[in-house]
């Protein structure tokens, strides 16, 4: 399976490659000029990105910002790019989970220079030599307050109490933070997650699967169940559940969780590197995080950012200390380790128990 | 590959000594063999081989957990139940349809169309609200005192209602050109010779439109074998398919061999289903007549009859269909209820896309433009429909050219071949778009196709081909070839009755062709998905991408202007084929 895998992975990755030069010929004029290209995840995410981070580093640097879209799973396209020396990308946005794999048999990752960055003003984790994470999401609980009159379920441990806290439950179709979520609710420290103890997650989770109205399987259909009521309780993405909040629904958030990053990451022997450097340093800028921060409900990594943000905005970010208490870091490399092991082990659980 | 390679030397027997039609399905066939069966294979080879040896561990691992078991048993049941019902619920709604006049008949065509052609995303979101806990059918349950309507969703039945619902379409529209070519002169016929209401119906319509509740159980079953997005938004665990399973070892677990393991049981599960509809039907009945004799006397064909009779008996006692305008009526109420029921879904979305709020919700809160404005704002939508309505167009063109050779081939010549052909036309149907995706993605990568324009539309003319194929075979058949024969008997070569005389009279089917394949394109997500590389992305494409980072009514918005440019696609249609139609039956009238 492995070289099958690896193979066609090499062959996407090729062909993605010799398809996403073509645009840059015409660009390269540019390129030649004072320009960086940074890639992103696309969608609704690339217009808050260009208002906070590359607009204005245009402005303030002269060096243009192209951006362009890449796959969900960057990782063989960052591969294929180092690789062969074809530097299409001079700044990419990548998880701590794309940071390992680019780390593990062979570095992939410039080194970013962050010396004059402090990271105790940081949020845990963000500032690394190869990686700046800016901006925070998490794995919490969000529920409808019309469900709950009569008082608020406040932790992992009331979801799983149906006696007290009755009502329909949503939980994610997947292992993945949500076994971390079972364990919490079991009573394990939030410091003492990883290594995940699985066993005792599923006898957990055993506990609660006859209540599971349903088992979500994307970020949209979580905020979909939240916003029209499908759902009383149930695991999120704290932007999913804002998202559903922002529409005017009345859903709160439980800050006791797990959180994790997104971040930049360079890919290693690009010619503009220095530029890249900038940006990635300006990036870090609390000014720049806030203005992130109020665009799309993800939490800033620079905690000066809060700041510069409103303090009922900030009430409903990941990051805000108050929130950030509730929340441990999830362990982006147990889960690459164990990843496929979990889901097959979850499906099997799922399907026949 | 057999079938190509031995046409040729059918050529020396044939009973046609100087040309077989039949080598008009050589385009279709070579295109085919090329980015359908020769990439199915090679990625299926993936499944047994590891590192260069031969490995049967993926089976090993399918037969050793009961899960993949329990999952193929899961699917088979519900793809089951989808074909009962789409035929039961179908034949009266496509019975209805055949009963009207050619310009209603595609009037109604259209509505029963509108939501198969209406993206499969959309659909089920509109199911999520619609039938949701707090959605307008539970509000309505709950006011007339009927308990269940906060559990609606994510349940075995939903899931089959709303496969059913996609499904549903596509059987009417194979069954329709079947009863259309039943002589109706027949009925009174029988009824001459003493049959009743009842019995004329079930001993001589209902056998002779067995041919299209076949075809149309057929494309029914096997296309529900490979369903994935409808389990997945409104179904339970309980209700995870196949293709779902698919789905989760190679989009995100990367074992492709597992998922190409479980891809090749699927493809071999749908061929051993169309061997049996073989055995009993007999694929060429489908093609090009001459398997009927084979049921000729079997038990079966001997109990089927005496069912028949015995449900004309039962039916002439209900006096459902007798003589009076009452079973008429019925058939008419039942037509609308159907047709409204097919267009509930869109009934739910095209008021979300006005709304005022931030999310999709029904009833929507106030009125406004502004997803609208979003839209036309966004160069990444624009650009989408842009690239939709080129890759469309494109698609369409090949796919009438190569479809309509086939058709003609098919419906025309003799080949002890012809049912293995049509195996193949119609196999992009039984291979799953995502097994589709995938081969080609892994073929393209050779070629440099991924993240083309070209790659894309070679992905949906595979995926186009079969329905505008059996579309055009309708077409053929259903084409006097008689005309041919006069035409020639009064001197035309074979190029110029072709132009004057054939061209003409099949125009309308080659448009609906047309109109088909492109809409297929125009409205496919998995191909886009896979061969686009992110970077020629398509309208369903983004469409996708909103759909996973964020629901915003925008989608609403995109899917109303899609209705929009359907209907006037079909309004276009619709003028030139009523144009056409008045242009030709002026000289006929003149005569």
Known sequence: MKVSRRTLLKLAGSSALASATLPLWSMRSAQAADSITVSDVGGAIAPAL???????????????????????????????????????????????????????????????????????????????????????????????????????????????????????????????????????????????????????????????????????????????????????????????????????????????????????????????????????????????????????????????????????????????????????????????????????????????? | MQSATAIPTSRGSSWMPRWNVFHLVLPGVIFLLLFLLLPTLQVLAMSVFKQGDFTAAAFAKMVSSPLYLRVFAKTFSIALQTTIYCLVLGYPLAYWVSTLNARKQRLAMFFILLPFWTSALIKNFSWLIILGRQGPVAELMAALGIPGGDRLLFNEVTVVFAMVHTMLPLAVVTMIPVLNQIDRRLLPAASTLGAGGGRRFWEVYFPLSMRGVAAAGLLTFVASLGFFITPELVGSPKETLVGQLIILQINKLQNWQLGCALAVVLLICALIVCFIYDRIFGISSMSGGGGRQRAHDSVLRRSGLSLLRGLGWVSERLALLGRGGRGRLWLSLYATLALFVLMLPIFGFVPMA????????????????????????????????????????????????????????????????????????LMPLIVPPIVIAVSLFYQFAHLSLIATDLGIVIGHTVIALPIVFVILLSTFKGYQWQLDDVSRTLGAGRWQTL?????????????????????????????????????????????????????????????????????????????????????????????
Request: proline share 5%; net charge negative.
């Open chain 2, 354 to 425: 006005f709304t005022g709020g931030t999310a999709l919700t029904f009833p929507p809160q106030g009125f406004s433009l502004r997803w609208f404005e979003q839209f036309f704002a966004s160069p990444l939508w624009t650009g989408a429909i842009v690239r939709s309505f080129v890759i469309g167009i494109v698609t369409a063109a090949i796919t009438v050219v190569i479809g309509g050779l086939a058709a003609l081939g098919m419906a025309r010549g003799r080949s002890r071949f012809s049912g293995a052909v049509f195996l193949l036309l």
């Open chain 1, 50 to 353: 260009r208002k906070a981070f590359y607009d204005p580093f245009e402005k303030e640097t002269g060096i243009r910002v192209v951006n362009v879209a890449h796959d969900s799973d960057p990782v063989t396209q960052f591969k294929l790019l180092v690789d062969s020396e074809s530097y299409i990308w001079d700044v990419s946005m990548v998880t701590q989970d794309h940071v390992a794999r680019l780390t593990e048999d062979k570095n992939y990752l410039a080194d970013l220079q962050l010396d004059e960055v402090d990271p105790s003003g940081y949020v845990n984790g963000a500032v690394q030599s190869n990686w700046l994470g800016f901006s925070v999401f998490a794995i919490a609980m969000a529920y409808r307050s019309d469900a709950f009159t009569g008082g608020a379920p406040k932790s992992w441990a009331d979801y799983w109490d149906t006696q007290k806290f009755p009502g329909r439950r949503g939980l994610y179709n997947s292992p993945w933070g949500m076994l971390e979520c079972a364990l919490l609710a079991d009573g394990v420290p939030r410091d003492k997650l990883y290594p995940l103890d699985v066993d005792r997650a599923f006898a957990k989770l055993d506990k609660i699967r006859g209540d599971i109205g349903v088992w979500w399987n994307s970020g949209a259909q979580n905020t979909q169940i939240l916003q029209n009521g499908e759902v009383d309780l149930s695991d999120t993405w704290s932007a999913r559940a804002l998202a559903a909040k922002d529409s005017g629904a009345p859903v709160e958030l439980v800050w006791d969780g797990l959180y994790s990053m997104d971040g930049w990451s360079i890919p290693a022997g690009t010619p503009r590197l220095e530029q890249a450097r900038q940006f990635v340093r300006f990036c870090q800028r609390p000014e720049q995080q806030a203005i992130y921060a109020g665009e799309v409900a993800n939490g800033p990594s620079n905690l000066k950012a809060y700041d510069h943000i409103p303090e009922d905005r900030a009430k409903l970010l990941p990051s805000y200390p108050k929130n950030l208490e509730g929340l441990a870091e999830l362990d982006s490399a147990y889960w690459g380790e164990h990843y496929d092991e979990l889901s097959n082990r979850f499906q099997e659980w799922l399907l026949l128990g």
């Open chain 2, 499 to 591: 132009r004057h005389v054939m061209l003409p009279l099949v125009s309308g089917g080659l448009v609906a062709g047309f109109f088909t394949g492109f809409l297929q394109s125009f409205e496919e997500l998995t191909v886009a998905l896979f061969i686009g590389g992110g970077l020629k992305t398509t309208l369903q494409r983004q469409m996708w991408d909103s759909i996973l980072l964020q629901a915003t009514p925008t989608i609403a918005a995109a899917s109303v202007i899609v209705l929009a440019i359907v209907l006037a696609l079909f309004l276009l249609v619709e003028l030139v084929q009523s144009r056409r139609s008045r242009a030709r039956s002026q000289p006929v009238m003149a005569a």
